[in-house]
């Protein structure tokens, strides 16, 4: 029986699954205010941490016990609650159980393919989730990642300048007049800046080229002191430096390198054991009076393609090339978060077609990720805490 309990203790049978949910409801609850709300709020959950393949309002208010999807559906629509004070407690009960000095922030978006043009921001636009232009809606989401899990904090829904153009066609999808045409990194940033000035603890900041290439981002980074490891393109425009003005890209620079400026690396475990490339870095002459150094992070496969990538890092001075190697390695939390999202948590399943009923369906899915995110690190942290045993020797009978 001890044998029994200690398997239990680590294969995570013994997490208290209802208690954890319970208690994570009573929180978004405050979110809802009338009893109604909270209970429909409740049953969203519990629908969308079901194993019903589609989480539609008709399946989720079956799953429920309910003969009609009225409430589910009202709850994404006509009902009156701030999605944003939502979002504000899952970044908080995500810290709270995620938090960690060595954290990282990873912005990155993801589409949802779409029929029709009635949904707010669906456009023919580049989809990364189908690897191509569709017609979809397309999300710039903020992640938190750590030792102990990886979880989405926040949420925008990208609106293209055909719509802020077309403001009757957005006050048919409730988007509010006051929102204006913003870029992607544009997004990126004011996202980032709210959970830091939320006191989000976070050692990095990582993106792909998307945001690696906005200036005005990497400077307001630069401007909190704050490090980064964000990609750029091979092509992207640099200054040489060193009293040269001369303009240079990443490839060109990378291409300067010798053989011996180059070192193995993992980026990470992946499915087949740790993730290995060859790394070098260039230092970039501007280094700041507190000691915070830039450099060009390269990247390149240990296959024959040699096939490189690139990143601009804003780096504490004592920051090793192996240590840049895993955090450009981190990066690949926020896909996680997407997969499961989507897999098992109906992120893609909105059926909403207004502005506020996107950002509160992202927002309750970005709830019910979380729930499992602190699940999963309640069970790592009860598997460190366990010192290791060495098995007990059999006693052999005289």
């Not at 003969?67 to 994404?76: A, F, G, I, N, T």
């Not at 990886?150 to 999808?173: F, G």
């Not at 024959?304 to 840049?324: D, G, H, I, M, Q």
């Amino acid at each position: 029986m001890e044998g029994a309990m200690s398997v239990g203790s680590w294969s995570g049978s013994l997490l208290a699954w209802e208690q954890e949910l319970t208690e994570l409801k009573a929180r978004v609850g405050r979110v809802f205010g009338r009893r109604e709300l909270r209970e429909t709020g409740a049953d969203f959950l519990d629908g969308l941490l079901s194993g019903i393949e589609r989480k539609t309002g008709w399946l989720m208010a079956e799953q429920s016990g309910a003969e009609r999807p009225y409430r589910m559906q009202s709850l994404l629509g006509r009902s009156q609650w701030d999605a944003d004070r939502l979002r504000d407690e899952v970044r908080d009960y995500v810290v709270e159980a995620l938090g960690d000095e060595d954290g990282v922030l990873i912005v990155d978006e993801t589409g949802f393919v779409k029929k029709g043009e009635r949904s707010a921001g669906v456009a023919r636009q580049y989809s990364g989730t189908a690897g191509r232009i569709e017609n979809c809606q397309v999300g710039v989401f903020l992640a938190y990642a750590s030792r102990y899990g990886q979880a989405l904090i926040d949420r925008q829904l990208y609106l293209p300048e055909s719509w802020t153009k077309d403001r009757p066609r957005c006050a048919k999808a409730s988007i509010p007049g006051s929102v204006e045409f913003a870029t992607k990194p544009k997004m990126a940033r004011a996202m980032i800046e709210q959970a830091l000035d939320a006191g989000v603890p976070c050692a990095w900041v990582l993106g792909d080229a998307v945001y690696g290439a906005d200036s005005s981002l990497r400077r307001m980074l630069e401007a909190r002191r704050q490090p980064y490891v964000l990609a750029v393109r091979g092509a992207h425009f640099m200054r040489r430096g060193g009293g040269s003005f001369e303009g240079i890209s990443p490839e060109e620079l990378a291409d300067e390198l010798a053989p011996n400026d180059w070192a193995c690396h993992a980026a990470g475990e992946g499915a087949k054991g740790p993730r290995l490339y060859d790394w070098a870095r260039i230092r970039r002459p501007w280094t700041r009076e507190d000691g915070l150094e830039h450099w060009l992070l390269v990247r390149r496969k240990r296959s024959k393609s040699a096939e490189r990538a690139y990143y601009l890092v804003f780096a504490p001075p004592e920051s090793t090339l192996a240590e840049l190697a895993a955090v450009a390695g981190l990066r690949w939390a926020v896909e996680e978060c997407f997969e499961r999202a989507k897999d098992d948590l109906g992120l893609d399943h909105c059926e909403a077609r207004s502005w506020r009923g996107w950002h509160r369906h992202m927002s309750l899915c970005m709830a019910a990720l979380a729930f499992l995110s602190k699940l999963s690190a309640d069970l790592r942290r009860s598997a460190w805490s366990k010192p290791n045993e060495t098995s007990p020797k059999a006693s052999i009978a005289a």
